[in-house]
């Protein structure tokens, strides 16, 4: 099992001092950024504009998830801007393994979602057209919701599937992620982990993020 990977999500960050928030997880694999247009989920967060800036001033890769209608005319924009992973929502996409292979030509690692009701079964027939697989373990479109459990078993059918085909694909949660949700996570076969409130609501971020990941890859071992 791959070392496990902490993406803290800047919804949780302080907006107005952005780049020292930024600074501050400069110990974490990846910064998820969250963008949501206020149609697929009902929370209006920003567009390419202030992600670019993001991606100026970050110690670390974006991991961008977008939680938008029509991903397949606007998620390239958002890989062509520098994000080293950009994941759409299964829900939303028209052509997801066409948008996939665009995302790839243009750098990024892509990335596909799936909300908490939606179901995995779909993407066994495309399941190689991806570098990273998320299932939501909260309803998208708020930060600090609670872990629900009940999408476990979805990600374990992922990682058996993973593990059959011999799959690199990284397994992704996003959702209530914190020191006494990650190791259900870890155990059911996820390897890369989004924390908001959990990291920057710490004293200290950096060791928010080592203690996570310890968690992680304890659970992991056992």
Avoid: C
């Amino acid at each position: 099992m791959a070392s496990a990977r902490i993406n803290p999500s800047i919804l949780a960050a302080d907006f107005v001092n952005m780049q020292a928030e930024l600074g501050r997880i400069a110990a974490a694999d990846f910064v998820h950024v969250d963008v949501m247009d206020n149609h697929f989920v009902p929370n209006l967060t920003f567009g390419p504009q202030m992600v670019g800036r993001i991606q100026d001033t970050s110690p670390v890769p974006l991991d961008v998830h977008l939680m938008i209608d029509d991903p397949d005319r606007w998620a390239p924009a958002y890989a062509e801007l520098g994000a080293a992973s950009v994941t759409f929502h299964l829900e939303a996409a028209h052509e997801p393994v066409a948008l996939a292979r665009r995302l790839r030509e243009i750098g990024a690692r892509a990335g596909v979602a799936v909300k908490p009701g939606t179901g995995v079964e779909s993407l066994f027939d495309i399941f190689d057209e991806f570098d990273q697989i998320l299932v939501m373990t909260v309803e998208p479109g708020f930060g600090g919701q609670s872990f629900m459990p009940e999408t476990m078993p979805k990600l374990r059918r992922l990682s058996d599937e993973a593990r059959r085909r011999g799959s690199s694909v990284w397994l992704q949660v996003d959702g209530g992620i914190g020191e006494s949700t990650i190791a259900q996570a870890a155990e059911a076969g996820a390897d890369t982990f989004v924390a908001g409130s959990a990291v920057f609501g710490a004293g200290d971020p950096a060791a928010a993020i080592a203690g996570l990941r310890a968690a992680a890859q304890h659970a992991h071992r056992h």
